[in-house]
């Protein structure tokens, strides 16, 4: 074989070999890095849960109890705790998300306390294991002109299928004669509260009157919260059986999301990113940003005297009485029976002193 041959041939084995020895030291040193939150022992047992389902309230928009999973993944605080998270995008169905977890096809989603009980009440068991805040994200808009609810009777309102029970728990609340109020059915565009076709509009705290400020719109947001009407934010559930078989994985399943979450509040451009790169085209980062700001806000406002995903019990058998009295269960709940359908347990195990355990013990 000619010198040149031998010597051209001899630098290829050279180059493959070291780019062998360069992949293996990668790979050691990402499965160093996997469980470097974690003790051995915490870390096998998250690894026997194999890949685990996590199924978001509404595709990939900047939500609490969305937007800090996807962080947590693409940060790789899920690895740190050795579990392995397979992210699915929800259609915004509260009822095929309950029937997903509870037939155990995924292992966790978000999904709000008032719909976890509604789910029971069909047939579908969850576990609550978290919740924000007890303020929820339903609203009603109005024009700034308005300053008593009581104004709206006689009036259109506009909502996108069925008043929300907070929405119409609030009315009440406030004296409103509900059944003066004309109620039709609109699209997504909130832009038929200023234009007039409504006098009134539901919609959602982080959403709509974003839009409609965006647009140089001003109204008046009136929130169920503050009639002292229960409600949940940015609540999560996992499968019973499944939480029952791996603690620790659902323990350290929030504990990095709450660990992203506090990322997130300080990053949140970073972590809208993450989830425009898994959206696509379509996507809008400015509006998920203040989709987030929005509800980090409405959290902080409102659940500051508690640690972060703290379960209220008082305010699930609140929520129960309320379904109730709208007659929105089937078979009304006894408050115990209502209670056992949330743990507050887990996130008492991942707290220590009102703040979140990281690394894990």
């Given at each position: 074989?000619?010198?040149?041959?031998?010597?051209?041939?001899?630098?290829?084995?050279?180059?493959?070999?070291?780019?062998?020895?360069?992949?293996?030291?990668?790979?050691?040193?990402?499965?160093?890095?996997?469980?470097?939150?974690?003790?051995?022992?915490?870390?096998?047992?998250?690894?026997?849960?194999?890949?685990?389902?996590?199924?978001?309230?509404?595709?990939?928009?900047?939500?609490?109890?969305?937007?800090?999973?996807?962080?947590?993944?693409?940060?790789?605080?899920?690895?740190?705790?050795?579990?392995d998270v397979e992210i699915q995008a929800g259609t915004g169905d509260t009822g095929?998300?309950?029937?997903?977890?509870?037939?155990?096809?995924?292992?966790?989603?978000?999904?709000?306390?008032?719909?976890?009980?509604?789910?029971?009440?069909?047939?579908?068991?969850?576990?609550?294991?978290?919740?924000?805040?007890?303020?929820?994200?339903?609203?009603?808009?109005?024009?700034?002109?308005?300053?008593?609810?009581?104004?709206?009777?006689?009036?259109?309102?506009?909502?996108?299928?069925?008043?929300?029970?907070?929405?119409?728990?609030?009315?009440?609340?406030?004296?409103?004669?509900?059944?003066?109020?004309?109620?039709?059915?609109?699209?997504?565009?909130?832009?038929?509260?200023?234009?007039?076709?409504?006098?009134?509009?539901?919609?959602?705290?982080?959403?709509?009157?974003?839009?409609?400020?965006?647009?140089?719109?001003?109204?008046?947001?009136?929130?169920?919260?503050?009639?002292?009407?229960?409600?949940?934010?940015?609540?999560?559930?996992?499968?019973?059986?499944?939480?029952?078989?791996?603690?620790?994985?659902?323990?350290?399943?929030?504990?990095?999301?709450?660990?992203?979450?506090?990322?997130?509040?300080?990053?949140?451009?970073?972590?809208?990113?993450?989830?425009?790169?898994?959206?696509?085209?379509?996507?809008?980062?400015?509006?998920?940003?203040?989709?987030?700001?929005?509800?980090?806000?409405?959290?902080?406002?409102?659940?500051?005297?508690?640690?972060?995903?703290?379960?209220?019990?008082?305010?699930?058998?609140?929520?129960?009485?309320?379904?109730?009295?709208?007659?929105?269960?089937?078979?009304?709940?006894?408050?115990?029976?209502?209670?056992?359908?949330?743990?507050?347990?887990?996130?008492?195990?991942?707290?220590?002193?009102?703040?979140?355990?990281?690394?894990?013990?």
């Amino acid at each position: 074989m000619p010198l040149h041959r031998t010597l051209r041939t001899a630098a290829a084995v050279t180059a493959a070999a070291s780019l062998l020895v360069l992949t293996a030291c990668a790979a050691d040193e990402a499965e160093a890095d996997r469980g470097d939150a974690i003790s051995a022992e915490r870390c096998a047992l998250n690894e026997e849960a194999g890949t685990i389902s996590f199924l978001t309230g509404y595709q990939y928009q900047a939500s609490a109890s969305i937007l800090e999973v996807l962080a947590a993944d693409e940060l790789g605080y899920f690895d740190d705790l050795c579990l392995d998270v397979e992210i699915q995008a929800g259609t915004g169905d509260t009822g095929t998300n309950a029937q997903l977890v509870a037939a155990g096809t995924v292992q966790f989603t978000s999904v709000s306390q008032q719909d976890l009980l509604v789910s029971y009440d069909n047939g579908l068991e969850l576990r609550g294991i978290s919740s924000y805040s007890n303020a929820g994200l339903e609203v009603l808009m109005t024009p700034t002109a308005i300053s008593d609810l009581t104004e709206l009777d006689g009036t259109i309102l506009g909502q996108k299928g069925a008043l929300p029970t907070t929405v119409e728990a609030m009315l009440d609340e406030a004296g409103v004669d509900v059944d003066s109020i004309q109620q039709v059915t609109v699209g997504y565009d909130p832009s038929v509260l200023p234009r007039g076709q409504v006098d009134s509009l539901t919609g959602f705290v982080s959403n709509e009157p974003n839009l409609l400020e965006a647009m140089g719109e001003e109204v008046a947001v009136w929130r169920p919260y503050e009639y002292e009407v229960p409600s949940s934010l940015g609540a999560m559930a996992v499968n019973p059986e499944f939480a029952d078989e791996h603690p620790t994985v659902v323990e350290d399943f929030l504990r990095a999301a709450f660990h992203a979450y506090d990322y997130c509040l300080d990053q949140a451009e970073e972590c809208v990113g993450f989830a425009a790169e898994l959206s696509g085209e379509g996507y809008d980062p400015e509006h998920n940003q203040r989709i987030w700001s929005t509800e980090t806000e409405v959290i902080a406002e409102t659940a500051a005297d508690r640690p972060l995903g703290t379960v209220d019990l008082e305010n699930v058998a609140a929520i129960n009485a309320m379904l109730a009295e709208y007659g929105l269960l089937e078979a009304p709940l006894a408050d115990d029976e209502a209670s056992g359908l949330f743990d507050p347990a887990v996130v008492e195990a991942i707290t220590a002193d009102g703040e979140l355990v990281w690394p894990a013990p």
